[in-house]
C-alpha cells in the first residue's frame, strides 16, 4: 500500500502539468471565440469589472482528468503491478456528465438568449442533475462487488460500517449528489475560491480512501486536485478565466461520489464546509425574505454579504480557505476515530 502513494502524488503532479501547460493557449482562443462572462446586474460593482472573462475554465480540470484516469486504467490491464480499479469510472463519468450540463448552462448564459445572459431555467437545469445523480446512485447501489462502500456508512467513533437497505441510500445518494453539485456552484463567485475549497475537499478524500486501502479512489483525487491547482494559476485574483458552470456542478457532483464512494459522506459537511455553508445562506435567505420581506444577510450567498461587509474579496477568500483548512482536518480526525 505505501508503494501506492507515489503513484498518486505522480498522479496529481502530471495532473497539474498537463493542465497549466495548455492553460494560456486555451485561454487565448475562448478569448477568441468572445466566449466571456455575462455579469448578473444584481452584483456588487466589484464584480461587473470581470464582465467578459473567459468561462468555461472547467474544461481544463476535466480533460486532464479524464485523460490520467483512463490512462491508468490502461496501464493496469498491462501491468498488473500498476493498481486502480473499474469502479474510478464512476466518478468520472460523473465528472463528465455533470460537466456537460455545465457546459450547456454557460453556452446558454454567453448567447445571452435569456434576460441578464442567465443559462439554462434552473427547473431544468435541477431535472438533468437529479437524473444523472439518481442513475449514477442506482449503480453504485446494485453494481454487486463493484463499490466497496455502496449501501454503508461509517459514523465518527463507530468502527463498522453501517448497512443501509438500496431504497435509502439511492435517495439519500442522489440527494448529496445534487446538493454538492450546486454547493460547489453557489461557493463558486470570487477568485479563486471555489478552486481551492474543491481542491482540500478532493485532496482530504483522497487521504481518507487511502487510510482506509483505497487507492485508485485515491489516485482519482488527486488528479482532481492537481488540476484544479493548475486551474487556480489562472483563477488567482485577478482572474484570467472563470472555471463557469462546466467546473462547478462537475467538481461538486463528483465530490459527492467520492464521499459516497468511502463510506465517509457523514463527514462532507465538515469537510465541505464552506460550500455548505454557502447554501444554507442561500436557503436561510430566501425562507427569512418570504417569510418577513426583508433580509437577513445583506447578499446571499454568504461570501457575497461579507464583500458589503467591507471585506476584500482576496480578504474572503484567504478567510474561507482557512475554515476549509480546518474542516479539512478535522474530517480527517473523525475518519480515524
Not at 25 to 43: A, Y
Not at 74 to 87: D, F, K, V, Y
Not at 275 to 298: C, D, I
Request: hydrophobic share 55%; aromatic share 10%.
Amino acid at each position: 500500500m505505501v508503494g501506492d502513494l507515489p503513484v498518486a502524488l505522480t498522479m496529481l503532479s502530471l495532473s497539474f502539468l498537463l493542465a497549466v501547460i495548455w492553460g494560456d493557449p486555451f485561454i487565448i482562443v475562448l478569448k477568441r471565440l468572445g466566449l466571456g462572462k455575462r455579469i448578473l446586474e444584481s452584483l456588487p460593482g466589484s464584480h461587473q469589472v470581470k464582465a467578459g472573462t473567459p468561462t468555461f475554465g472547467g474544461i481544463l480540470i476535466i480533460v486532464p482528468a479524464v485523460l490520467l484516469t483512463l490512462a491508468l486504467n490502461l496501464a493496469s490491464l498491462l501491468n498488473p503491478e500498476i493498481r486502480t480499479g473499474a469502479s474510478i469510472l464512476m466518478p468520472l463519468g460523473v465528472l463528465l456528465g455533470y460537466g456537460l450540463l455545465g457546459m450547456l448552462d454557460d453556452w446558454e448564459g454567453v448567447q445571452g438568449k435569456r434576460e441578464h445572459g442567465q443559462g439554462i431555467s434552473a427547473r431544468a437545469k435541477l431535472a438533468g442533475q437529479v437524473v444523472l445523480a439518481l442513475a449514477a446512485a442506482t449503480v453504485m447501489s446494485l453494481w454487486n462487488g463493484g463499490f466497496q462502500h455502496a449501501n454503508t456508512v461509517f459514523l465518527p467513533f463507530i468502527g463498522i460500517p453501517i448497512s443501509l437497505p438500496p431504497w435509502i441510500w439511492i435517495p439519500v445518494a442522489a440527494f448529496i449528489i445534487v446538493a454538492s453539485s450546486n454547493a460547489i456552484n453557489l461557493t463558486d463567485g470570487l477568485d479563486g475560491l471555489a478552486g481551492i475549497i474543491a481542491a482540500m475537499a478532493y485532496g482530504t478524500y483522497g487521504l481518507i480512501a487511502y487510510l482506509q486501502g483505497q487507492i485508485f479512489l485515491t489516485q482519482f483525487c488527486f488528479i482532481i486536485a492537481g488540476a484544479c491547482f493548475a486551474f487556480l494559476w489562472y483563477n488567482a485574483f485577478p482572474a484570467q478565466l472563470f472555471m463557469g458552470d462546466t467546473g462547478a456542478l462537475a467538481l461538486g457532483a463528483a465530490l459527492g461520489v467520492v464521499a459516497l464512494m468511502t463510506g465517509q459522506w457523514v463527514l462532507l459537511p465538515v469537510i465541505a464546509f464552506v460550500p455548505v455553508a454557502e447554501t444554507l445562506s442561500v436557503v436561510v435567505q430566501m425562507a427569512y425574505l418570504r417569510r418577513t420581506g426583508r433580509k437577513l444577510l445583506r447578499m446571499s450567498p454568504l461570501h457575497l454579504h461579507y464583500q458589503e461587509m467591507g471585506w476584500s474579496e482576496v480578504q474572503v477568500v484567504q478567510r474561507f480557505w482557512i475554515i476549509a483548512l480546518v474542516g479539512s482536518m478535522l474530517g480527517i480526525a473523525l475518519a480515524l476515530v
